[in-house]
């Protein structure tokens, strides 16, 4: 499992230092989640860091397809 930055995201920078797993770097337009890096922070924290310092709200658990 893993989060996905909607297209929402405002280039703010407040996730990237949140993430124990380097998993978030800017993309081609707006910050992305590298799900192959990110865990929901399953084994640093009990929920995903990320998602309450998104001043947004544009962080979301990737469905599985
Ligand atoms: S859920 Fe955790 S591991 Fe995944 S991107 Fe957010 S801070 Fe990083
Ligand atoms: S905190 Fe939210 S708006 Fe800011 S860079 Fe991260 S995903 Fe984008």
């Not at 297209?7 to 990237?16: A, S």
């Not at 990110?38 to 009990?46: I, N, P, R, S």
């Not at 998602?51 to 599985?64: G, M, Q, Y």
């Amino acid at each position: 499992m893993a989060l996905v930055i909607l297209p929402d995201c405002i280039n703010c920078d407040m996730c990237v230092p949140e993430c124990p797993n380097d998993a978030i770097a800017m993309g081609a337009e707006h910050y992305e989640i590298n799900v192959n890096a990110c865990t929901e922070c399953e084994g640093f924290y009990d929920t995903p860091q990320c998602i309450p310092v998104c001043p947004v709200e544009c962080i979301e658990v990737l469905k599985a397809v």
